[in-house]
């Protein structure tokens, strides 16, 4: 079986649909070069108009692409730092989102939005290191964030077919991860993955935290029988394969690598409770409130949630209902 | 594909003139719910830029957009009904006086964020020219909107690629209470001619005038001239909102408002034809305009339940808020 | 004692510190005349200097509010609409937030970002009707909603004279409350409020609210017995205060105006849940997910949550424990 | 208040060129983790503007920073440690090399946001203005940032408000690796200029050039002129940022590589010394990045358990995020 990387999943994902669908075009800074290395070769086989270079305006662009679907293309624009997406969440949350709405329906907006490499890249510091996927969950705008190659390449597929927006999240921390895949093909928006079954407790893990996840799942492998939950789309959430998998076992505990107030950590521990009576109180394991990734490498690690922790409120959990 | 006729343009402008002076009545009659931003004094700009349109073109509005969809084509019962949140409005009692759109001719809608539509249209207009199209682009907007970043970065855009878009900036004097000197540093044209967008002023009030500086504009852009500016210099002739008949805010002058009404584009146009000719339009104009309001009224009003039912156009549906 | 209007109350707190201190200045479309019906008459008191409208370049002068900060002063800018933070949400979380941590603590920035009519305004549809709170309880801004009169004030006060950025949600929903007030003194930010005792059920209510919550409480007096708790600062929560009386109480619904997914609602009941054992699931009334409000007046309402919904979810609640 | 000094200036000149040399070395020895945006070849404009600034003045940078903030007269040694992330560095290693800051000596910080950098300076200069100060502000960026609409609106409220404020673009050619033909429509000055905003070009790879300018740039604000741009064409001699070390994107014409190179701020600022001279700034400068990066290499780290000290200003403490 081929190995592939996490990034050139992304990148035979935006191929593959290129290649499919000529309504579809690519938008972004420096993509034609490819500096984020995702793009790669992909203006020189589809052409300078179909992976198209733009000016440094973020704004005009996300509209330009608004537009584009407004008119029956299917843009999608690569940013290239998580936090372009608050300088153009008006244009994604106030006009792409709304227009179906506003309109009664007259059209559709079918835009993707690729982050690669959200979250810290360490030693890029305060501005350079959001995950802020928990703010399109909460304004209702598709939100993926894949943690495998083969999702990385099924939801991105899916994020480009899909008829309403969604933003794509592919972690830094994941962007590496490499893994044997046989067949690709698109994997459904809204459906998370049980990566590992067990009976103790559920851990939910988001994006390139699943793997953090199993690790820990396999060194208390001999303590605590840990299920991983990778739910892949944080908006719309799987709450229905979820609760299956909390019903089962009882407990709760939920890894995530943004800020913990209204982060969709919350979200997931707030619809469980609503639907499943717990044997232990849930626990999340978090970026703290407010975060802000200092430079400094030891600073910027301690702010993200660990394997340390995650253990930790396993533990805890085991205990809190024994 | 420019229409000539100085009694069509007339029936643009008549039409729009008694549309808004009705809506503000159902307004203040309590039938149309939160306000409106009449586009009272400004009917000969979209009249006038509309006439020079073909079928394949596209626009976009503002807040203050009543004018544009109309003047485009779209239904006056259809309009009034949306104003009034009834199931058979453009936008199916969705949208309101600010987002009013009717894809079908080419209205892509109203847009209640100042400076927002430049950048929209400008996708629009090269994506239906990438599918084969000779589509021109058009993006109203007001002084008020020249400082706002997002649209000075579409002017880049559309001129970089060279998408054909008329940029229209209707300088009414005011953002809301803000008087342009207060507000715009250097010229509205000279902003544009900073990106290589060829700029021209011209009388809004005029609606021929209007149409003519559109006309060209159009015919340079259709031979691949690259986006271009118009600025017509106009004059709001009632208030910013309807919320102002209520509330009084002090910031133009009396003498300025009766100076700025008596260049009326109604009346500028309408010497220009016969009095049996004006008498007709205006007859017409008047029965249509009964009969919009009547169909508005009569509509029905769309059902809660369905409150949701266009949030996504893929079908998907939101989990609801109760408890 | 005098009867005073939340907006009368807004426009006495800036008045006052305006008064108080010479560092603080108002930025703003459209105030020196006073649209919103809040800076009215403050131009003439203070100057144009101080009551300074601008041109519609939301992000220049919410940056220009940053700068001015950094250098000593204590800005306050109004915005008219609350989808206007959307516009402006890089400059206050990538920038206005993030720069105390970034310089490792050589500055502060303490701007107050004022909306006043957040919320739905019947008829302003799509684009205007938001209550993004949410989004600034979780990238860690401090963030209000003052329900009455006295609060309003109180907080928009401390809001002035705190030393990082606040935004203060004035929903249009609470802006013609009335009040008979005594004294108008500073209300401490972070510190929820009980607006009524009872002893079956913890409602907490945002904003607006908090009076529909009080409504229903006493509807449902002779039945169940029921207590109104009011955060009024969303960010930092008030978690201690909420504790001890969803402690009495064992029971928790929250009314919340804002979108359902990761909104401060989900927060709420997360935070309790890791606390206190319920004696039945919690259970939230907000607005669905991915709200965007239509026109239609009956539509309108219909997206928001209603006094029925939350007389519905207090009377499960009480069931499920029963 | 201008430095007419040339040896001081061709000291600032090569004191950026050796810093950023040796940071480079420190980026590939794994002392500085994350790469940087090396200034090499551009330290003729941050030298040059600097040398016309008086004490009271403010400035802010971008991520290409490093330049700004020695040149205004940062602690090299402080600045090395930040780069490494050591608590003796400038912002106590919370910042790196994207928001050195040393608001001491008025350097608002550099800013990884292109175009952020304009309206905080706008709003800083008017406050001290305000506050009795006599301050000019400067504020930095590059050719790409010019297609930001956040600093067009900037521009506009400092031409509004005559804030003076020194714009200062940096015309390396690339906005990573997008040409500025490909990016800028119009004019880089063209586009001030439409604010009302005098705009100049001049040779930054002439320190005396820039310096001159920027001299003449700041007595007419300071005398009320309201706010000027300054377009510097440069050439950056090094990649956009060290991670092109590694990995190599082609888009940049080796010849146009060799051509820019050929012009470098630091030969044609030393020509203009005497041989001793120059070589004892040569040989001062390199004494001091020596004992620079040993003191930033001798520094403590910050302790993790502080990561969130500096977070709220306030005081404020934030929730942690453990289970
Ligand atoms: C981005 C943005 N800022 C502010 C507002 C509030 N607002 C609505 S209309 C208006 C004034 C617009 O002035 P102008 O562009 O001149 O258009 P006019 O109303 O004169 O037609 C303002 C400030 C808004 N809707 N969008
Ligand atoms: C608003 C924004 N968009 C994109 C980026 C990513 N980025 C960082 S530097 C850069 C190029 C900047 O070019 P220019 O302004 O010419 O400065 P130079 O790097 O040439 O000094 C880009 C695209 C960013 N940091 N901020
Ligand atoms: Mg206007
Ligand atoms: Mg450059």
Chains 1, 3 share one sequence.
Not at chain 1, 135 to 144: D, I, M, P
Not at chain 1, 230 to 259: H, K
Request: hydrophobic share 45%; net charge negative.
């Amino acid at each position: 079986m081929p190995r592939l990387s996490y990034r050139r999943a992304l990148t035979r994902a935006l191929a593959d649909e290129l290649a499919r669908d000529e309504a579809v075009f690519l938008l972004g800074e420096d993509i034609q070069v490819g500096a984020s290395l995702v793009t790669t070769g992909l203006a020189k086989r589809f052409g300078v108009d179909r992976v198209r270079d733009t000016p440094l305006s973020e704004q005009a662009f996300t509209s330009f692409a608004t537009g584009a679907a407004l008119a029956g293309l299917r843009p999608v624009i690569e940013f290239q730092i998580p936090s372009l997406l608050f300088l153009v969440f008006e244009q994604i949350v106030n006009h792409a989102h709304k227009f179906p709405l506003m309109t009664g329906g007259q059209c559709a907006v079918p835009v993707t939005y690729l982050v690669p490499g959200s979250g810290s890249r360490t030693g890029w510091a305060g501005q350079h290191s959001d995950h802020p996927y928990s703010l399109f969950a909460h304004v209702g705008v598709v939100t993926v964030v894949p943690a495998t190659p083969a999702d990385a390449y099924g939801l991105l597929v899916s994020a480009i077919r899909h008829d309403d927006p969604v933003v794509v999240f592919a972690p830094a921390g994941a962007m590496d991860v490499r893994d044997d895949v046989s067949d690709l093909e698109p994997v459904p928006l809204g459906r998370g993955r049980i990566h590992r079954f067990g009976d103790d407790v559920t851990v939910v893990a988001v994006g390139h935290l699943v793997h953090d996840a199993l690790a820990v799942a396999e060194e208390l492998a001999d303590q605590v029988s840990v299920e991983v939950f990778d739910p892949r789309t944080l908006y719309p959430f799987d709450i229905d394969g979820l609760t299956e998998s909390v019903a089962r076992t009882g407990r709760l505990v939920v890894l995530d690598d943004a800020n913990r107030s209204c982060g969709i950590a919350a979200e997931i521990i707030a619809s469980v409770v609503e639907r499943v009576r717990l044997l232990a109180p849930p626990r999340r394991v978090t970026r703290p409130d407010g975060a802000v990734l200092p430079f400094a490498p030891a600073l910027d690690r301690a702010v993200q949630p660990s394997r340390e922790q995650l253990a930790t409120a396993i533990h805890l959990t085991m205990k809190d209902s024994s | 594909m420019t229409d000539a006729d100085p009694v069509r343009l007339y029936r643009t402008v008549r039409l729009i003139r008694r549309f808004e002076q009705r809506a503000v009545e159902l307004v203040h009659g309590g039938q149309i719910v939160g306000g409106i931003h009449p586009y009272l004094g400004q009917e000969g700009i979209a009249a006038g830029v509309c006439a020079a349109l073909g079928t394949d073109d596209v626009l976009a509005g503002t807040h203050r957009g009543h004018g544009h969809v109309l003047a485009r084509g779209a239904d006056p019962a259809r309009m009034f009904a949306e104003l009034c949140g009834r199931l058979t409005g453009l936008n199916a009692g969705r949208g309101g006086s600010m987002h009013a759109a009717d894809l079908s001719i080419g209205v892509l809608g109203a847009n209640a964020i100042v400076g927002a539509s430049g950048a929209i249209i400008t996708g629009a207009v090269w994506a239906r020219r990438r599918q084969g199209h000779d589509t021109v682009g058009v993006s109203f907007f007001g002084d008020g909107a020249v400082n706002e970043g997002m649209l000075l970065e579409a002017f880049n855009l559309a001129a970089l690629w060279r998408v054909p878009v008329l940029f229209v900036c209707e300088n009414n004097g005011y953002a809301t209470t803000m008087p342009v000197a207060g507000a715009v540093a250097g010229s509205i044209a000279g902003r544009a001619a900073a990106f290589g967008i060829r700029a021209v002023e011209v009388d809004g009030q005029d609606p021929e005038a209007v149409r003519d500086a559109a006309a060209a504009a159009v015919d340079r852009m259709r031979a691949g001239g690259g986006p271009e500016l118009i600025e017509a210099r106009t004059y709001r002739f009632d208030a910013h909102h309807t919320f102002e008949h209520a509330v009084r805010l002090d910031y133009r002058p009396p003498d300025e408002v009766t100076r700025g009404r008596a260049r009326d584009p109604v009346h500028i146009q309408g010497e220009r034809l016969s009095d049996a000719d004006r008498a007709a339009v205006d007859a017409e104009v008047e029965a249509t305009v009964d009969a919009a309001v009547r169909f508005a009224l009569d509509s029905p009003e769309p059902d809660p339940a369905d409150a949701l039912t266009y949030l996504y156009a893929s079908g998907m549906t939101a989990r609801t808020g109760g408890g």
